[in-house]
């Protein structure tokens, strides 16, 4: 089977979510919340940046798109984003305390199961066929995790809560076929600043000396750009057309 477009923009992602860990190292001496609230505020600023500077017309269209959409569709699109934001915000959260709190191996487990529970959702919640050749992907996959965890039960099941968050996502964003998804990434982002900000005492966060921090602004833009809007769009522009189980396979 030859690759296509998206299965590359798949591969893309999830390559370069394997090096996360790296910059997200550099700042373990700052509380997670510290790190969830400027990666948001920077990512959500940066795709502000690039709509209002060429993209102001699609916005346009997805909001007249999403007007002239049976009541239905309107409420499933506007269900689907919102929850999709509250899992981005989870699953960002979860993946800072585990890699600086728990342990880098923690991170990279959730990497290795999250095609696995996505396959597996896809299936069970859409309906999603598999062939045997998944099957077998996906009881090979489960094996590995299951023989790098031994021993470690702890990192397997903080991997499994930080991996679902990231899947249930996948999964509830199947459901915006369609539509523009640099568009409703902003929305989602939009949703996660105005969660955020009146969490961020009780996360730990600082916004007013975050912003005197260079050291901060350098690596959580770094973050932004490279490891958050970059790979986000790849992997959703990949959901437009592979079905889950080619997450596993």
Same mark, same amino acid.
């Given at each position: ?14 390559l370069i ?122 009881? #090979?996959?489960? &094996?590995?995790?299951? *023989? !790098?965890? @031994?021993?470690? /039960?702890?990192?397997? $099941?903080?991997?499994?809560?930080? %991996? ?17 998804? #640099?568009?409703? &990434?902003?929305?989602? *982002? !939009?949703? @996660?600043?105005? /969660?955020?900000?009146? $969490?961020?005492p009780l996360?730990? %966060? ?19 750009v490279g490891?958050?809007?970059?790979? !986000? ?17």
């Amino acid at each position: 089977m030859s690759l296509s477009r998206h299965h590359l923009a798949a591969l893309a992602a999830f390559l370069i979510w394997g090096f996360f860990p790296i910059p997200l190292r550099w700042l373990a001496g700052y509380p997670s919340g510290q790190i969830l609230f400027f990666r948001i505020l920077l990512s959500l600023l940066l795709l502000l940046l690039i709509h209002g500077l060429g993209r102001r017309a699609t916005v346009r269209a997805v909001w007249a798109q999403w007007q002239a959409a049976p009541p239905a569709e309107r409420r499933q699109v506007a269900l689907s984003t919102g929850v999709g934001g509250l899992l981005l915000t989870s699953n960002w959260l979860l993946f800072i305390y585990v890699v600086n709190q728990v342990s880098v191996q923690a991170g990279s487990f959730a990497y290795l199961i999250c095609p696995i529970l996505t396959a597996l959702l896809g299936f069970a919640l859409l309906g999603e066929k598999l062939r045997t050749n998944q099957w077998v992907a996906i009881g #090979l996959s489960a &094996l590995s995790c299951a *023989l !790098l965890g @031994a021993g470690q /039960l702890h990192t397997l $099941l903080m991997s499994l809560v930080v %991996a679902s968050t990231y899947a249930i996502y996948l999964i509830s964003q199947r459901r915006l076929q369609g539509y523009d998804r #640099l568009v409703l &990434l902003t929305v989602q *982002l !939009l949703l @996660a600043a105005f /969660l955020i900000l009146p $969490l961020a005492p009780l996360l730990g %966060a600082q916004p007013l000396a975050g912003l005197h921090d260079t050291h901060l602004l350098l690596v959580t833009g770094l973050l932004s750009v490279g490891f958050t809007v970059l790979p !986000l769009f790849l992997n959703l522009y990949a959901l437009n057309v592979l079905p889950s189980g080619r997450w596993a396979s």
